[in-house]
């Protein structure tokens, strides 16, 4: 019979390797506290979250997680990006009855080096049969304005998250809306593929299985192999996503949309499902929670804050 603490490590498994199918462009964010030892991956964890405070360890147990690729590439159309690097942080909290939610941050689940467009404007939107589209065209041959960078942002909270398909290969693991932000001077700063109401949706899948490592440590992250804490380590994966549609860009140009059909022709948006792909390349994911959560309920939650903040500094 499986103690408590081997089916505990079992869904930390599943909701660590899950999620490091995620691992994505993002959005940058302020600078990010050094956090102690075993903790050190873990500087966005929404441990002051109202849900991850009020897991009791019983019925509701708290983790964090933390997944990073140095490299990858999406498509959307006839575009495609190479990525550089990449991290999500978010909170889970795993529910007694083999379910789970997802916790993200206050500044958004993923952030990442923004990447550069392949042939920045002259490649997006020239030639044009538009006669303001040519004029800005013929503007920009060697121009410093050409460039452009694309973003990925989250625009909702992950969900539909499946602990089974994240340590298994080939099925959806979690709903990860998202919106790109391509940015140029010529743009304008509005300039976005996808919307909050109708974001990119991915559902990253594993290729392969990743490499597994566990270490264990004390609540303020110095290594300990009697420690109350523990951290899984999954790495090597390839995670990839190639059925999600892409909705037409909108807002670019002078913020009122003067360059969206140019941009939208040129990149071949919108772009229905099978068009379009994400690649991530050796992601590594870390998960982190109490060993035995529930010899400290109801204060599981609680106590996971704790020791975060204890390790901070």
């Not at 602990?163 to 290969?169: C, E, V």
């Not at 490499?211 to 999954?234: C, H, K, Q, V, Y």
């Not at 002078?254 to 059909?261: E, P, S």
């Amino acid at each position: 019979m499986s103690t408590p603490r081997t089916r505990t490590r079992l869904a930390t498994v599943s909701a660590l390797t899950a999620l490091g199918a995620l691992a994505s462009l993002g959005t940058a964010t302020a600078a990010e506290p050094r956090l102690n030892g075993e903790w050190g991956p873990f500087t966005r964890c929404p441990v002051d979250a109202p849900a991850m405070l009020a897991a009791d360890g019983l019925a509701k147990t708290p983790q964090c997680v933390v997944s990073t690729s140095a490299s990858g590439s999406i498509k959307l159309g006839k575009t495609t990006v190479v990525t550089g690097r990449t991290n999500l942080q978010m909170g889970i909290v795993q529910n007694a009855d083999g379910t789970s939610s997802v916790v993200a941050p206050p500044s958004g689940a993923l952030i990442a080096d923004s990447a550069t467009v392949p042939g920045g404007l002259l490649g997006l939107m020239c030639p044009s049969n538009v006669p303001v589209i040519t004029a800005i065209c013929k503007s920009l041959d060697n121009s410093t304005l050409n460039r452009i960078t694309a973003t990925v942002e989250s625009v909702g909270a992950p969900y539909a998250f499946d602990q089974t398909a994240g340590i298994l290969t080939d099925l959806p693991i979690v709903a990860l809306p998202v919106r790109i932000h391509l940015e140029n001077p010529l743009l304008g700063g509005k300039c976005y593929i996808g919307t909050a109401a109708n974001p990119i949706l991915l559902r990253p899948e594993n290729r392969n299985y990743p490499e597994f490592g566990m270490s264990f440590f004390s609540g303020d992250g110095t290594p300990d192999e009697a420690g109350e804490m523990s951290r899984i380590n999954l790495t090597g994966a390839t995670q990839n996503d190639s059925v999600f549609s892409v909705p037409a860009a909108t807002g670019c140009g002078l913020d009122v949309g003067l360059i969206n059909a140019a941009v939208n022709a040129k990149t071949g948006l919108p772009s229905a499902s099978g068009n379009n792909s994400l690649t991530l390349n050796d992601t590594r994911t870390h998960l982190s929670g109490l060993n035995a959560p529930g010899t400290v309920a109801p204060d599981a939650g609680k106590v996971l804050a704790e020791n975060w903040h204890s390790a901070v500094g």
